[in-house]
Structures are given as C-alpha cells and as structure tokens.
C-alpha cells in the first residue's frame, strides 16, 4: 500500500519535472556503462569464504603486520607505513623508516590491494606476499633480515605455536616466507566494501548529480583507459607524462619507475596506474608525494596523461566522483603481543 | 550436592595431605597480610562509571592516542612509544622520537598509569591530562607545538565536531587542554584487572607456591616499601642505588631524576618506584632501560635498595610472583581517523 503510494507520488513528481526524469535515463545509461567498466569491492567475509584463508593465519598476519620486533629498530611496524587508520598509507610525501630516512617514492595504501595486478608502484611484486618482504628487508625501512625475523619469532613460544597452528602439518613452520604468507592473508582482509560507488553500481541512486557528471568525465574523457577494474586502476603500467612531462617535482628524473625492473627502455617513466579507491583518504598524490590537493592531482592528470585542460567544472566532478570511492574502512583490534625472551634479539636502532 | 561432594572430597584429601593443610593456612595468612598492602585493579566499566566519564571524550581520546598529525611529522603518535600492544610501551632502552632522537629515559607503560601518584620517571606531571602535553611538545618526541595541534584539528571538520560532543556548551572547544583530557579520559580505560595475583586477592587459590612463596619474600625482604598499593609501585620517590649504587650504565650520572623537577639536594638520583604491574610485558626495565632480564632486575633491586643479595631461589621467586601481575590486556580498535583538508597544515619531518 505505501509502496503504491510513493510510485504514484513518484510517477507524478517525475511527470511534472522532466529534467528528473532524463536524470533517471542518464544515471540508469551511465550505470551501464560503469557496470562494463568497473567492479565492486567484496567484503572480507567474501574473500575469505573464496579463498579458503583460514583464521589462524589472518590471526597471525594481524599480530605480524603489528609487530615492531620485525625492524631492526623494533619501533618499525607495517602498519608504520600502512596504517589502518588513515586510508592504509602515512599520508606523507615518502616514507619515514629506519635511521630516520625518506624512501624513495610514496606509500602505496594496503586497503583493496589484493585487488591490484601487481604490487609497488613499479609492480615488482608479483602479489601481497612478495611485497611483505621487500620493506622487511629495506635499509631505507625496517632495516631487518630475514635471519633475524626468523630468530626473532623462534625466541618467542606463543609465535612458534601460532605458526605452527596457521600451517599445519609443516615440520619447520617459522619461515620467513610464512610471516609474509601471513601477513597476506590478514592483507586480503583489509578490503573496504560498500561505498556510494559501489552503491550506485548495484542499482542505487547513491550518487548525486555532480558525481554522475564526474563519472560521465571520467570515462569519456579517458581516465578509465588506465584507471579501470575493481580498484579503478592497478592493473597496468603506463608512462607518467605521457602527453606532456609534469614538472620534475612531481616526476623526479632520478626514479624511473619500471625501468629499473625491465631494463626496457620503453619503461622510462613508467609506473603502475594508482588505484583509486579511497583516494580521497590518502593525499599526498602520485610516487613522489608532491601533491596534496585531489583537484590538482586530477587537473594534472588531464593535462599530462589525456592532453585535455580540464576546465574548473570538470575538475570538481570528477574530483567529487573520486570521492564516493571511499569505502567502509576496516575494524581492526589492536593485537596484544606476546612478550620477547631472554632469546630475543635486542633492537638495533642504530 | 556437588558442592557438598567436592568439600568432602577436599576435606578428606586435606587430612591425608597435611602439608597442603599448611600450605592453605600460610596462603589465607599471606592473603591477609597482601590486602592490606595491594589492592586489584578495577575494570575500565568501573572507572567510566565511577567518574563519570563520557563515552564521547574516551572515543576522541582514542583518535587522539593514534593520531599522527599531533607530531610535526605525522609519523608519531601516543601510540608510538605506549603501544597498546606491547604492554603499554615501546620495549626499547629509551623512545625514538622526531629526527630518530633518543630520548633520556624508558618509557613508562601506559597501562594503569592512572593509578599512579603522578607521572614520569621523576613525577613532574600531577596527572595523565599534563603529562599527555610533554611529548607532544618535546622535540626529541612529537617536536609539536599546542598552535600546530589547535591548527591542525580546527582544520579538520569530524574532529571539530567531535570537540563539541565531547566538551558539550564550550564556545571554543578545539584546545590544547582538551586534546590533553581527551587522552587522558581513553588513557583511564587502559587497564589491566583480573591478574592471577587480583584473583589471589579476591579469595582465589591463583597462586602457584613459588609465587606464593614470592609474594611472601617481597613483603618480608622489603620490596613492598616502595612498591605497594594499587599499581605495586607508582606511588612515592626513592633513591636510586639507596643502599649500594648500581652501575653507571644502570645509573647515567647525567641523569639525577627529581632533582630537576625539586631543584633539592635530597632529590638527586631520586626517581618514582616503577609500578610493577604487567612488568613481565615491558622489558627492559629501569629509567634507563639498560636491563633485559627481569630476574636480573630483581636481583640489583634487592643489592641496590635493600642491602640483600638475594640467592638464586629468592631472585626466582620474586620473579614468579612479578610474573602473576599481568592483568588482562585492554582491548583497542584501531580509529578510522578523518581525513585533513586544504586548512590542515602539512608535515614537517626535518
């Protein structure tokens, strides 16, 4: 009865104003449209049912991807660079690690990673896994080993039973391939689901006239090219600056981004399309960091990927579309560590 | 009926078994004797209920505990060097803060600081409210300043209006003050109750006999001088090295504890009796952190402040009953911090 009630009242609102009704056409087109071109963000529950990831491991990832006593330093935690409680990032140009020094580019965020074809910004990690290892071992970042993870584990009993609880039937379970196969496994938790997007792609007017407009921009102006999938980029390699060199603030020469994985000269300057989900949360923009406003790093992108000068309008739609793809961000309880042993290695923060 | 069985059970194993008779008569004894020196930590439900404090400024206070842009790197929280999973504090000789700077001294453990009588090693902070300004301002810590704080959380509309939640009918709520007593009303929930020895205190057979026999020689041997009521410690000043002074690597020179606050002659080396709650979670131990072993703390506690050196057994008792005051660890979800706007003022991290 109340659902008859509001059709009529609806079929007559429309009636009366036209230009509503061809907003419905527009968005139900444009959903279309956006339904070829885009995936939505599953929930963790969903992954784990898929993948069969058992809870002991996603446990053990929690406390590792927690746990100071990887570093050198024994302050350097992944969440330090990839903190779970601001869109997956620092938030800084690069990061800070060991000794104080800035890295090289800056911290992609963990949230929805799984989802992109490769890892770093260059993609020299094939998955989650592989990329666990490299800041674990980075002067730069945690300054550690993997001899000195593995004995740090070892030294410490509730580690070695939880290991061998979150692989099963292993003789020698504390691996250093197993704290980052753990660490994957909580990864692939940290997924933010349901934004407006996501929302508007399952059917709902979650979206408002100007972020419609936006979308409409970004496909039809070209930033779906590279900015496509379920994370709406991180899924290819494309030149940065491939109409026009952005100034070399924002493209330093000295990083070459895939180049120094190929050794192909057509990979100079070439990085992986950033994902963009949730970027509203993870200023500042682009592997060098240099970008704090979104409108800018959007304005920039048009003139030097698309040759297009965005105008102020269009810049503020596909901004403001860029915002409803902020998703539900993950609850994480703080994990509560087991304490070191009179085996454990002392830091070495120096 | 079961009851009545289990108590005939137990009497008639008691009469065969007259030492366990005894060792139930010297438990009850020490029991009597331990009430009147300790008392158990409340529950954080106990706390908010008993003073009232608003669900509102505990959740602000938890943003705040985490949240890096109070530091001029953004890189640096409360949390940093009082993890709340690792006992309350960062497990390292002394904090690494702004620059990689070493601070002067260990950080002392979050967890129960509100029980004691003041804070920092030397007490120069009556309550957790003051002592949350320090770091923040220090610039071998968070190297802020209070404007940097105001400024940054003004430029940032969820924490503006979570100001206004949580100090309701103030005109200008976004202050340094209260950013301090919003940590300090989350700090007052981090608390650790029902330790085994609370559960000894309560009535319960919690004890082991080499704890029982611990709790016993840390009453007769003295320890309970400095280190008695609520938090086992935390409550008054004492010299350090009152009997024998301990080694210079133990003892800094440089570092005469109260003496800097007082500015007395009586106060040299003098510094809070560190609380002993979870101490087994939050080596190494002494103002200078120089210390791994807690059995080897006990031992230059009892050469140090007593006078005695205690033997092998003793050293091990002691240490057994230390061991039973860790409490249950407080459970934390990591905040989903707002993002920072055009206004928020950028990180300086040189």
Not at 31 to 56: K, Y
Not at 67 to 92: F, K, M, Q, W, Y
Request: proline content about 7%; charged content about 20%; glycine content about 8%.
């Amino acid at each position: 009865m109340y659902n008859r009630l509001a059709l009529a009242i609806s079929c007559a609102f429309l009636a009366a104003n036209p230009a509503m009704a061809d907003q419905q056409v527009v968005e139900k087109d444009l959903r279309a449209t956006a339904q070829n071109l885009f995936q939505p963000i599953p929930t963790a529950e969903q992954i784990i049912t898929e993948q069969n990831i058992s809870n002991d491991k996603i446990e053990l990832g929690r406390w590792l991807f927690f746990e100071p006593r990887l570093s050198a330093s024994h302050i350097i935690t992944c969440n330090t660079c990839h903190s779970v409680g601001t869109g997956g990032a620092d938030n800084i140009p690069t990061s800070i690690g060991h000794g104080w020094q800035a890295g090289p580019r800056n911290s992609p965020t963990v949230l929805n990673a799984v989802f992109n074809a490769a890892q770093f910004w260059d993609g020299r990690a094939a998955d989650l896994a592989a990329q666990a290892k490299g800041p674990v071992q980075a002067s730069v970042e945690m300054n550690s080993t993997p001899e000195h993870v593995v004995t740090t584990l070892k030294s410490i009993p509730e580690y070695v039973e939880f290991f061998q609880k979150a692989f099963p039937g292993e003789k020698d379970p504390v691996t250093f391939d197993n704290m980052a196969y753990a660490i994957e496994a909580f990864e692939k938790t940290l997924v933010t689901p349901n934004s407006r997007f996501d929302q508007f792609l399952a059917g709902q007017s979650a979206l408002e006239q100007q972020e419609l407009q936006g979308l409409d921009l970004f496909i039809n102006k070209g930033c779906v090219a590279c900015h496509a999938g379920q994370n709406v980029g991180g899924q290819g390699y494309f030149p940065f600056g491939v109409i026009e060199k952005p100034g070399a603030n924002i493209l330093p020469e000295g990083d070459k981004g895939r180049f120094a994985v190929t050794e192909t000269a057509v990979d100079e300057y070439v990085f992986r399309a950033g994902p963009l989900r949730n970027i509203a949360l993870t200023a500042p923009y682009f592997h060098s960091g240099q970008v704090w406003d979104l409108e800018q790093a959007v304005a920039i992108m048009g003139t030097s990927q698309l040759g297009h000068d965005l105008n102020d309008g269009e810049v503020k739609a596909i901004t403001a579309f860029l915002k409803t793809l902020t998703g539900e961000q993950p609850k994480v309880e703080y994990p509560i560590l087991p304490p070191s042993t009179r085996d454990t290695p002392l830091p070495k923060p120096m």
